[in-house]
């Protein structure tokens, strides 16, 4: 097995290598589409079990709207076309025939659509002109609608997992009767998606609002969990949006209230996607593959038998099957490998690369001593454990392994946390520490815009738990009354 | 709420309302494309739920792949290309702009692609062209790997979860090292299917092969379960591919064997559908509205009140919270109705519409008694439970909705199924009793498809467990060994 490249020596290398070492995804024949192999879509599977039980938790259903969108209704919010239109799939015909010249198939130019479809970037306006008619009455309000799909946008530059032109994720289209009852929506959301990604995935996030030319196209206020990576850029987790009257506006969405009018319907939109696998790795991975949080992981525990004779495997694999099936009792995945194809070295540098959170090794002579080996991934620490009992203590271990992830990863983002006050600062601290910067900023999108060009780092937010701060703009020296997040991100 | 239209009155007409009414799915602004809504999703989840597991069950871990396909891919299988070729959407741009006159946005002519996209009919060329890299030794066999996604074929003529132009499903794409494997996974994976459809859907199916010209385009052998409609058609409910070596050749896939010989892969691929909520609708709901078996079923039992003061109902309502926790704590789905703005009356036709297996009224009277009513949704009976005990009874009464559902659509089914050894036999009846007809057919391309032409009957399959039988074929009486089964199908 070729060893990855460190983190140290290439950060950007190393993430890709370990992506396709570790069996996750690989990049695909149609240009920046990827395929997620059997591993990572175990990992996404994970999540989007967790994820579906919070929104169902929360009063949401499922449902599945088109994957194509007219081109009339893409143009129909102004915002929001001139956020999607410039990197969209679109299809113009709808069949191919044999080539006069016998060389293959060729589009048929009979068969041209009247009107160009787009395939799906995001869903608000399929989906809002569907609304339209399931809303007559605030009696049909509020509708609390997650879909699971895929979505493409087609991105120029690619990577797998943070950036392709096609990725799976899920959009929650929510539809209110009031403006505070849509906040609430989206504030809510935004709160689920930080309980998940801290809790589940162990990866900290900051919660906050964009600023005003980092919202979604079509958007009131966009509110985002903000990550930092190991190598301090900074990558947006989850978006959660009050779309205002917006799209209702737009699709001629109302309803009758309890009084007799008639009223604009107000909306949300919410989504995470498999990008957030791509945070996942490069927030607890190390130089020997991935670090998965328990939690997430879809093999919990591995055992690996070290033996010389067929006899010494017998006797292990008898413990090894035992203890599967306490751990499995408890409901812990489990996998036993018992191969002989490989040695058990070579099974520790797998298992270490796919990132499964504890290993559990028996050997004859643990045997004589009722005891079994295990080695923690994320510290890479081993030791003995009586046979008796080891099921409750591989469960207390998982737990204690999800928490040191977690704080291990807070850790290290709150040291890539600076504050500064002057523009000097804020571009050393940029180029010699990275992470995020809390620094004052005017409010306007030219400073915004200016600072972007000069040193590529934008508002990733303005932190909802920000305090009331007297201070001058780091930029233009007007005044300012709270520190804005800044980042390099992905 | 409106009433149906009967079966007897218009099938097609009765079916369409019933998806609409019953909140399964509608037509959407895109031509041919469906949104499935909340109810009729949370059954696909179920279908999906089951499925899954009966698939990882038998071995089969998911992953992910491009939903487009570039041309020259679908090229490459010949057979594969002529069956998918004529109705698939083409994506041949990926931008748009502002039309120069201001009157919206366009497609990019700048933004051609060199190559055209197909979005996935079926995802065979894509997956083996990643399989490629994924075999090299006989030790990477067998690869068995599902995919939950979307496919777009663009139909002409539509129908409501039976014939969209998107649709949901699932496909299995499996890559083996001998002949004999691949063929015993198709054939498992036919079992399967048959399993579900029967033990979770209630529908009977019968097992068979395909002939040579209804076989899945780029297969060596298709094996089908086929379903029988109230109305005496038939409906295709999953089918199974043994492919042979032809995707292995038409994308150079081979490994290495034991021996260190070159050889090509062998190949399955199978597929379940959204298509088969459409045959659950049609094989058991009546004039009323659906009909669901408990294990499919969203809710499985639902508690409506029966009061005339508020005192009245938080009485009953401390009752039916405790039968719903029991029934809760029995792995049963309860909905517990308490709304005040509809009338019980109301309900009781709202349930029926949406197929509700179990029904439990509870009127101050019913108390006074230390009783339930419980009202069956597929025999439309009532009676009187006593309280104590209420969720065991409603248990075994939900097995034995499930049996009642799936025996009487067998009855229905079997009785349905005609003999007939004359071509005359053949048309009478099918126009007067349609079904499936059981005929000799003489093996040629050339009688099923005068067959065909004539009666509009093609061969739904070779059943599996034909008898050998000396016969004549009903159309050119030349000899036969074996019985197919014709029908006119959805």
């Known amino acids: 097995m070729a060893t990855l490249t460190s983190r140290e020596e290439d950060y950007s290398r190393w993430y890709n290598e370990l992506v396709v070492k570790a069996d996750m995804a690989e990049n695909s024949g149609v240009r920046g589409c990827m ?14 079990r967790q994820l579906d039980q919070m929104f169902k938790d929360t009063g949401h259903e499922n449902a599945y709207f088109p994957i194509f969108i007219p081109k009339s209704y893409l143009s129909k ?21 044999n080539a006069p010249d016998g060389s293959g198939v060729i589009v048929d130019p009979e068969a041209k659509l009247e009107e160009e479809l787009i395939v799906r970037p995001t869903s608000e306006t399929i989906i809002w002109n569907t609304y339209k008619n399931w809303v007559k009455s605030y ?61 589940f995935m162990g990866i900290p996030v900051i919660k ?47 309803y009758q209230s309890k009084e007799g009018t ?48 067929d006899e010494q495997l017998e006797t292990i694999s008898r413990v090894a099957n035992d203890i599967r099936s306490q751990l499995g009792n408890k409901g812990i995945s489990v996998k036993y490998d018992d191969r002989n194809e490989y040695k058990p070295g070579w099974k520790f540098n797998e298992y270490e690369l796919k990132g499964i959170p504890v290993r559990i090794t028996i050997g004859p002579k643990d045997l004589e001593n009722n005891q079994v080996e295990i080695a923690r991934r994320d510290t890479l620490e081993k030791h003995f454990t009586p046979i008796e009992g080891v099921a409750e203590h591989v469960r207390n271990l998982l737990k204690e392994i999800q928490d040191n992830i977690y ?67 780091v930029y233009s020296g007007n005044p300012s009354k709270k520190r804005v997040l800044f980042a390099r991100a992905y």
């Open 35 to 48: 395929v997620i192999k059997p591993y990572g879509y175990a990992i996404w599977e994970k999540m989007q």
């Open 77 to 97: 919010e102004a915002d929001h076309v001139e956020g999607f239109a410039k990197e969209c799939a679109v299809v113009t015909h709808y069949r191919l025939k």
């Open 139 to 199: 009696r049909d309000l509020p509708i609390l609608v997650n879909q699971w799909a895929n979505v493409v946008r087609w991105e120029m530059r690619t990577r797998l997992f943070l950036r392709t032109a096609e990725f799976l994720w899920q959009e929650g289209h929510t539809a209110h009767a009031t403006e505070e009852e849509a906040v609430i929506e989206a504030e809510k959301m935004l709160n689920v998606y930080a309980d998940f990604v801290e809790n």
């Open 208 to 254: 906050g609002v964009k600023s005003p030319s980092e919202r979604f196209a079509g958007a009131e206020e966009t509110y985002s969990i903000e990550a930092m990576m190991q190598d301090g850029k900074a990558l947006q987790a989850g978006t959660s949006h009050f779309l205002g009257q917006n799209f209702a506006r737009a699709f001629d969405v109302k």
């Open 262 to 309: 008639q009223e604009y319907v107000w909306a949300t939109s919410w989504g995470v996607s498999t990008r957030l696998i791509g945070a996942l790795i490069m927030t607890h991975s190390d130089d020997r593959g991935l670090v998965l949080p328990p939690n997430i992981a879809p093999i919990q525990v591995v055992i690996v038998p070290v033996h010389r004779t």
């Open 407 to 473: 704080a291990k990863a807070k850790e290290h983002r709150d040291s890539l946390i600076t504050k500064v006050d002057t523009y000097e600062e804020f571009k050393r601290v940029l180029d010699e520490e990275g992470g995020f910067i809390l620094a004052h900023w005017d409010g306007s999108a030219e400073v915004e815009e200016k600072i972007k060009n000069e040193t590529k780092a934008t508002i990733r937010c303005i932190p909802l738990d920000a305090e009331e701060e007297d201070g001058v703009c």
